[in-house]
């Protein structure tokens, strides 16, 4: 790369190389205009092949190139701006997938499903080139992004022929959606560091990969947006509640520095998980989720996934105790009303025996009187009883020589007057 100071513009295309850009700005508003002239209809998926295929050749030379720029040529800067713009069109930026799978839902889900695979290699080829860190599970990460991708057009046509998708089958794919960035952690926290890159490419390595991970997500989110109004589907503020959550996860990240103190980063990890759990207060009836007899509303899984998201993030030594301590307080609130209904019988139990212990109690002093005078029939009969069975105890003890001589020497003593 030529760096000069110069004011000559020669000197400065040379140095800044604004023709990839361009290209790239050229490619998509062709791609764009074309796909709007064609107008294509249910039956003319011919139309949109000729642009895939012209898309993936213009994909695969910019993968060419950018291999060629950073292994061959060692142009860092010029690799990166080629990869980005082929980061583009890997991520359907054209929005051509979802346009096969409307004009025909089989042929068009089958090339998706080839551009998927097409599009895994390409990023196979390129971790390899740049020589990544833990490429294969970055590579798995990535594909199982671009798979939800590619495949989430196919799956709305096919639950929505008639064009109309429900709110909930939206919610549910959101929620999918925010689940993929703690897959993505719990798939690199598998991982064993391999050795780094050489220290002048750590930092490309790095923004390259953060990238190739990040825009696809970014595209992802955007694809789903359109698909509320591409299928008439009302959004609700329900539906960022699990998106809030994956920037709760992506908040450990953050270090303090002079743009973004301490206390700012504490402020903020507080802030996205009580969004989260306010976005879902407002409790769409069309969001309810019926399981057996139990009813679960967004707020209810906006408390429980801000519950396990915190337990996760924050309080990694305590994970153990502190899920339990979930666990019950969610049973608890699952079958309340079955508490409720069984506590309800314990007080009705226990008023009946009271009662019922009540009615035993004498009420007036005749009662009581009659009570008293048995009683002391009963106690003087009982004195007598242990009395007679006392003094046969100490006679059957005398006539069998039982060697115990205190009760029968008192007798005889008492009998005799000895001292």
């Given amino acids: 790369m030529v760096t000069t100071n110069s004011k000559n513009p020669v000197a400065w295309i040379v140095d800044h190389n604004p023709f990839y850009l361009l290209s790239a700005v050229c490619m998509l508003f062709g791609c764009y205009a074309l796909q709007h002239a064609m107008n294509v209809q249910a039956g003319e998926l011919w139309k949109l092949v000729g642009l895939l295929v012209t898309i993936n050749i213009y994909e695969l030379l910019l993968v060419g190139l950018g291999y060629l720029l950073y292994v061959r040529c060692r142009l860092v800067r010029d690799a990166g701006c080629v990869l980005m713009i082929e980061l583009l069109f890997l991520v359907d930026a054209a929005f051509l997938n979802g346009e096969t799978v409307t004009t025909d839902l089989w042929v068009g889900g089958a090339i998706n499903v080839l551009l998927l695979l097409l599009g895994v290699f390409k990023v196979w080829v390129l971790l390899r080139a740049i020589r990544a860190p833990e490429a294969g599970r970055i590579l798995a990460f990535v594909a199982l992004e671009l798979a939800v991708l590619y495949v989430m057009p196919g799956f709305f046509r096919r639950i929505g022929p008639e064009g109309t998708v429900s709110g909930t089958a939206l919610y549910g794919v959101w929620w999918v959606v925010g689940a993929l960035p703690f897959l993505r952690d719990a798939i690199m926290a598998l991982s064993r560091r391999n050795a780094p890159p050489r220290p002048e490419e750590t930092r490309f390595v790095t923004v390259f990969v953060g990238a190739f991970t990040v825009v696809p997500y970014l595209s992802l989110l955007a694809h789903l947006w359109i698909m509320h109004w591409l299928y008439e589907a009302p959004f609700y503020c329900a539906n960022l509640t699990p998106i809030l959550l994956a920037l709760t996860l992506a908040s450990r990240r953050l270090r303090p520095s002079r743009l973004l103190p301490a206390h700012d980063i504490a402020f903020v990890r507080v802030v996205l998980p009580l969004a989260a759990v306010l976005f879902s207060a ?120 039982d060697p115990r001589p205190d009760a029968a020497s008192h007798g005889a003593g008492e009998g005799s007057g000895n001292p």
């Avoid at 989720?289 to 309080?315: D, K, M, N, R």
């Avoid at 009662?355 to 035993?360: E, T």
């Avoid at 003087?380 to 006679?395: E, Y």
Wanted: net charge neutral; proline share 3%; hydrophobic share 50%.
């Fill in 282 to 401: 407002g409790n769409p009836v069309e969001l309810w989720q019926h399981v057996g007899t139990h009813v679960i509303t967004p707020s209810e899984l906006a408390l429980a996934a801000t519950f396990l998201t915190g337990v996760y993030c924050f309080l990694p030594r305590y994970r153990l105790l502190t899920l339990a301590v979930g666990a019950v307080g969610g049973l608890l609130a699952i079958y309340r009303e079955a508490l409720l209904l069984l506590g309800q019988g314990l007080i009705q139990t226990g008023s009946r025996v009271g009662n019922w212990v009540q009615s035993l109690i004498p009420q007036s002093a005749e009662t009581w009187g009659l009570i008293a005078v048995g009683a002391g029939f009963v106690l003087l009969a009982l004195g007598a009883w242990i009395s007679m069975r006392g003094t046969v105890a100490v006679a059957g003890g005398i006539m069998n020589g």
